[in-house]
């Protein structure tokens, strides 16, 4: 089992910057990737940003390229989403996610392990 704790969420103005963090705990040596989704009110989970733990490579929704940058820290089992120009439109709940296997880094349902969400909130 993984458990996943997400912190750093908060209200700012657009064009502020926020960067959330993910502390992974637990079976760390099963997992292949990390990936963070949000989810808007009244809307679908989406796709933010992966990482694949063993090379770092990344994925990013092309709504955040640019703007967004995920990294990791082996040593702390820790992934961030260093959050820039914030837009209104991109306030959500925030969630962590964990693979431990084949993994199509946007598609919420090869995640095995969620966090329970930080909320961003960006106002105009």
């Known amino acids: 089992q993984v458990q996943l704790v997400e912190s750093g969420g908060g209200l700012v103005q657009a064009g502020g910057s926020l960067r959330l963090s993910c502390a992974a705990s637990g079976s760390i040596f099963s997992i292949n990737a990390m990936g963070w989704f949000r989810q808007a009110p009244g809307k679908e989970r989406e796709f933010v940003s992966a990482i694949r733990w063993s090379d770092g490579l990344t994925y990013y929704a092309d709504s955040v390229k640019g703007r967004f940058t995920i990294s990791r820290d082996n040593a702390k089992n820790t992934v961030y989403l260093q959050m820039n120009s914030l837009k209104p439109k991109d306030t959500a709940i925030y969630y962590c996610?964990?693979?431990?296997?084949?993994?199509?880094?946007?598609?919420?349902?090869?995640?095995?392990?969620w966090g329970r969400g930080t909320q961003v909130t960006v106002s105009s």
């Open positions: 996610a964990a693979n431990r296997g084949p993994v199509v880094p946007s598609m919420p349902q090869t995640y095995d392990y």
